[in-house]
């Protein structure tokens, strides 16, 4: 019971921290959604976010729902995480560095039944953070204007998930969320001169859902080897999300504001997400895996302020501003004796890179490319009482770029744990 309580206020502290945390400080943020998070936890980080055909009784793997199947019978685990990370951004000659981060995940997982596992927790879906501001000189009035930019917020997904093995090869599963969050968005003009100064401020919350449901089929190829392959599709629907907009105008010379506001109503949707991936591995000495997704975000409309030629703004859904994302990862794990005596034969080394495109079109031209390269390592935690758990540390270097856009390079550190303890056995006295 004392164990289930402290689960409990962990998971309820990491709730409050997840909701106040944004993990981005990236101009880019401020398109779509904001910028994604992937659903990986601290094993598949440091091997580039590859997961899909992943399933070992000891780990949790919320990017493939169905691997909750393969958790052991006698095994609860607790798999939490962090991360830092400095980013350094260059336009043309200008530079500039900056650092975020914070709390990452929380999951747990357990054996429910009998070839049933589940699981719940909570992770990030994106995250909104950038401030920055440009100045513009108009020789026509002897003015400098300058355009101050920022966005906060994102979204959060409280998790609940099951797997079940229907027979020895197959397992299916499903992650239902509850999706959660406030992403606002702010546009600002200031003068140095009697120049009438403008305001935009845009503002969505969301709380509705979002379902992960997952497929995973092994292929012994001889006893110490197998294939595994893993499906997860996730349905595209209306969040019921009503964005709003609201814009002021102030006069400098009367010291007037004159404020209009906009709306619409079910305006944003989840698109449709399509994940397949191909994993192998040799008993507890190697695994890898390829992971492919595709997020159908093309066919989606989204909201925008635009202004007539009669020189009236209207706030209205737009299609043309978002394109369908690919993202492609690969990566492996190393032990060299999981069960030598000598520590570093134990430790698991962990390799990964991967390639996405973007999902939105920035001035009607692709947003920048992400490449990205990662290793870590899984350190054996050993005691008197407990020799399962693993402390997880990766390194990522990231990099998105695109003609004639600012240029990010990102190095982040992730850290968790995956605290995993024997429960239900039942002791015997000699």
């Not at 969301?206 to 996730?234: A, I, M």
């Not at 695994?287 to 066919?299: A, I, N, S, T």
């Not at 001035?363 to 920048?368: E, F, L, Q, V």
Request: glycine share 10%; proline share 3%; with cysteine.
């Amino acid at each position: 019971m004392n164990k289930s309580l402290c689960c409990l206020a962990l998971m309820a502290l990491t709730t409050i921290g997840a909701s106040a945390q944004s993990g981005t400080n990236s101009p880019y943020s401020q398109y779509g959604l904001g910028e994604l998070a992937g659903q990986s936890v601290g094993f598949n980080k440091g091997m580039g976010g590859v997961g899909y055909g992943f399933r070992k009784g000891n780990e949790v793997n919320p990017m493939n729902p169905a691997s909750y199947s393969s958790i052991d019978s006698l095994t609860f685990i607790l798999d939490a995480g962090l991360s830092g990370q400095t980013t350094h951004f260059r336009e043309g000659s200008e530079k500039l560095n900056a650092r975020s981060g914070g709390f990452d995940y929380a999951m747990t997982s357990f054996r429910l039944i009998k070839h049933v596992g589940i699981s719940f927790g909570i992770m990030p879906y994106s995250n909104v953070g950038y401030n920055y501001s440009y100045r513009q000189l108009l020789t026509e009035v002897d003015a400098t204007i300058r355009t101050s930019h920022s966005g906060s917020g994102g979204l959060n997904q409280l998790i609940l998930g099951a797997g079940w093995q229907i027979f020895k090869p197959l397992s299916i599963g499903f992650n239902f969320a509850y999706l959660w969050g406030t992403i606002e968005r702010n546009v600002s003009t200031s003068s140095s001169s009697d120049v009438n100064t403008l305001a935009k401020t845009y503002r969505t919350t969301f709380r509705n859902y979002k379902l992960d449901l997952g497929l995973q089929f092994e292929q012994p190829l001889s006893k110490k080897d197998k294939l595994t392959l893993g499906v997860v599709v996730s349905p595209g629907h209306n969040t019921h999300a009503d964005p709003e907009c609201v814009i002021t105008n102030r006069k400098s010379t009367t010291g007037q504001i004159d404020s209009v506001s906009f709306s619409l109503d079910n305006a944003i949707d989840l698109p449709w997400t399509y994940g397949v991936g191909l994993a192998y591995q040799r008993t507890n000495s190697f695994r890898m895996g390829v992971d492919y997704q595709l997020q159908k975000w093309g066919e989606l409309v989204m909201p925008e302020y635009v202004v007539g030629t009669d020189g009236k703004g209207a706030y209205i859904l737009k299609s043309g501003l978002m394109k369908d994302m690919h993202r492609i990862n690969v990566g492996a794990e190393w032990t060299p004796n999981a069960n030598s005596v000598k520590f570093f034969n134990r430790i698991r080394y962990r390799l990964g890179v991967g390639y996405t495109t973007p999902y939105y079109y920035i001035n009607d031209a692709d947003g920048p490319k992400e490449y990205r390269v990662s290793f870590g390592f899984g350190i054996p935690i050993l005691n008197n009482y407990n020799h399962r758990s693993i402390l997880n540390i990766s390194a990522e270097w990231n990099r998105r770029s695109a003609v004639n856009l600012v240029k990010e390079n990102t190095f982040r550190i992730n850290i968790g744990l995956t605290f995993n303890e024997r429960w239900f056995a039942k002791w015997k006295v000699e």
